[in-house]
């Protein structure tokens, strides 16, 4: 009988002056290709008079440039920050988007393991590594962290983490700190974990009932993984308005 194999980490393909390219680095690598040939497309036939699709998506654009206008209550850093949010968005969506397309996880080769013979996918959907989750979890911070020490200052930001002009605000300057250095784990681990417990589930059904349930699932993980987009990147803009209020 066959077996489910599940693997956690993701499997190296080949090395490249002696640092491994997995294949979830590769699917990285063509969702960005797909993100770069999409840009290049919609700004190759923009018109000044445009058509159903191009207004659907400016109205879009619109609105989430407004809402984030409203969030941050200023236009000059929505405008700033616009490109880094509907990037992480779409990065992170595309990715859950093209991770049912066949022969993602399927085309690959077998190797022997301890004189057992696996099975190594070429590709697998990139946010089912901890690695990518972590890295975008550490750009958001950064970006977090910088943004709030460029516009409050170094001093008033740092306020909000030491304070020692009471024991209450010590304390929760302390619990601020600790706040903020879990969202590093909270964020990697969210999507990772919705995703790779998504892919599981299907594997699992695929396995068990192969001809009914896994479409109608399919289609539910497309949900899950726009909602993980939208959660990852809608965090990040209220981190970003979080960071940018001053201390009181």
Do not use: C
Request: charged share 15%; no cysteine.
């Amino acid at each position: 009988m066959d077996e489910i194999q599940i693997a956690l980490s993701a499997e190296t393909i080949t090395e490249f002056l002696g640092v491994p390219i997995t294949n979830t680095l590769i699917m990285s690598w063509i969702v960005v290709g797909l993100l770069l040939f999409l840009g290049l497309f919609v700004g190759k036939n923009l018109k000044m008079i445009p058509g159903r699709i191009q207004v659907m998506f400016e109205s879009l654009f619109v609105y989430v440039l407004e809402y984030m206008e409203e969030t941050l209550e200023s236009k000059k850093l929505a405008r700033v920050f616009f490109p880094l949010i509907l990037t992480i968005f779409l990065f992170v969506f595309i990715a859950n988007l093209i991770e049912f397309t066949p022969g993602i996880g399927s085309i690959g080769f077998f190797e022997v393991h301890g004189g057992k013979e696996e099975f190594i996918p070429l590709l697998r959907s990139m946010n089912t590594d901890l690695n990518v989750t972590l890295a975008l979890a550490i750009i958001s911070f950064l970006v977090v962290e910088v943004t709030g020490v460029l516009t409050i200052g170094f001093l008033k930001y740092f306020s909000k983490f030491v304070n020692f002009k009471s024991v209450i605000g010590f304390s929760i300057g302390i619990i601020e700190l600790f706040s903020e250095m879990v969202r590093l784990v909270a964020f990697s681990f969210r999507l990772f974990g919705n995703i790779f417990a998504g892919e599981v589930l299907i594997l699992v059904v695929i396995f068990f009932v192969p001809y009914i349930l896994p479409v109608p699932l399919m289609l539910f993980e497309v949900f899950v993984g726009f909602i993980q987009a939208a959660i990852f990147s809608l965090l990040t803009l209220f981190f970003i308005k979080i960071a940018i209020t001053e201390p009181h």
